[in-house]
T-cell receptor, first 114, second 117 residues
Framework: DTGVSQDPRHKITKRGQNVTFRCDPI?????LYWYRQTLGQGPEFLTY????????KSRLLSDRFSAERPKGSFSTLEIQRTEQGDSAMYLC????????????FGNGTRLTVT | AQKITQTQPGMFVQEKEAVTLDCTYD???????LFWYKQPSSGEMIFLIY??????QNATEGRYSLNFQKARKSANLVISASQLGDSAMYFC??????????????FGTGTLLAVQP
């Protein structure tokens, strides 16, 4: 069981630059989620995929954020024209289907926008 | 709209004692699931325990148990025989399961637990 892996672990970028994060879910999990977490807060939902279909996006997600999951395997989250307010931990999680299935989280990508 | 409330920003407990972390929720669905996660200072989110809205028994998992009171919409986590390694942030989360519901979990703001020797 290799778990959910995220790359990179840390990213420092200058305001206005684009960044892309990658998530590799647990192989048998068809559901993939992206969350954002800031210091002292709970994870905030960003978007959800079932296989390759993006089924839900948070209304809080600006047009600068885009996510893909080609072929229903790994996923990427891109942030264009980064702002200082984008600084956060970006968490990826995967799960099986069903209401009882817990999310299995990766270790996250910590983004710092200077 | 679904909502999770954790009213205790921080809690202290003596090693080997039990502690209860509070969680209340709001949903109009009859079918839903409640989850507790632990996040140590290292940052990983660790799944602890699950309670379904139709489960007749309170969930237990080792030293973790859920005090589920459906009418009061509360799902408090009880940790028995606290250990130093239990010091962490604890999050309550909910997934709605009714028709048209998505699969996302909605998280509370968390409770920071400190276990004292």
């Amino acid at each position: 069981d290799t778990g959910v892996s995220q790359d990179p672990r840390h990213k420092i970028t200058k305001r206005g630059q684009n960044v892309t994060f990658r998530c590799d879910p647990i192989s048998e999990h068809n559901r993939l989620y992206w969350y954002r977490q800031t210091l002292g807060q709970g994870p905030e939902f960003l978007t959800y995929f079932q296989n390759e279909a993006q089924l839900e996006k948070s209304r809080l997600l600006s047009d600068r954020f885009s996510a893909e999951r080609p072929k229903g395997s790994f996923s990427t989250l891109e942030i264009q024209r980064t702002e200082q307010g984008d600084s956060a931990m970006y968490l990826c999680a995967s799960s099986l289907g069903g209401i009882r299935s817990p999310l299995h989280f990766g270790n996250g990508t910590r983004l710092t926008v200077t | 709209a679904q909502k999770i409330t954790q009213t205790q920003p921080g809690m202290f407990v003596q090693e080997k004692e039990a502690v209860t972390l509070d969680c209340t929720y709001d949903t109009s669905d009859q079918s839903y699931g409640l989850f507790w996660y632990k996040q140590p200072s290292s940052g990983e989110m660790i799944f602890l325990i699950y309670q379904g809205s139709y489960d007749e028994q309170n969930a237990t998992e080792g030293r973790y148990s859920l005090n589920f009171q459906k009418a009061r919409k509360s799902a408090n986590l009880v940790i028995s025989a606290s250990q130093l390694g239990d010091s962490a942030m604890y999050f309550c989360a909910m997934r709605e399961g009714g028709g048209g519901a998505t699969n996302k979990l909605i998280f509370g703001t968390g409770t920071l637990l400190a276990v004292q020797p």
